[in-house]
């Protein structure tokens, strides 16, 4: 069994910044793609930002040049660097791993971390 633990989350005024983190554990033979994705109120969950393995990453348009997308293999952690922060950005954010396990390959969720931007 693999799990998610996020943090970083809170309140921040438009400009700030924050840092979310997201770090694995339990059955981990190696991790392949991580993500972020985020859910704005009343919206649909939508893709932030992916690093691969080789650490090729992908980003929505909305924040290229503002969020940045990091990971550390021997912590088997995730990082979603937030600057320059808008109220627009305000949603839950999900973390998402491809874990290799026991069992194969498997696809994991973190539990969510509220970010909100004021105005």
């Known amino acids: 069994q693999v799990q998610l633990v996020e943090s970083g989350g809170g309140l921040v005024q438009a400009g700030g910044s924050l840092r979310l983190s997201c770090a694995a554990s339990?059955?981990?033979?190696?991790?392949?793609?991580m993500g972020w994705y985020r859910q704005p109120p009343g919206k649909q969950r939508e893709l932030v930002a992916t690093?691969?393995?080789?650490?090729?990453?992908n980003y929505a348009n909305s924040v290229k040049g503002r969020l940045t997308i990091s990971r550390d293999n021997a912590k088997n952690t995730v990082y979603l660097q937030m600057n320059s922060l808008k109220p627009e950005d305000t949603a839950v954010y999900y973390c998402?791993?491809?874990?290799?396990?026991?069992?194969?390959?498997?696809?994991?969720w973190g539990q969510g971390t509220q970010v909100t931007v004021s105005s």
């Open positions: 998402n791993m491809g874990v290799f396990g026991p069992r194969g390959e498997d696809d994991y």
């Open positions: 339990g059955s981990i033979f190696s991790i392949n793609a």
């Open positions: 690093i691969s393995s080789g650490g090729r990453t």
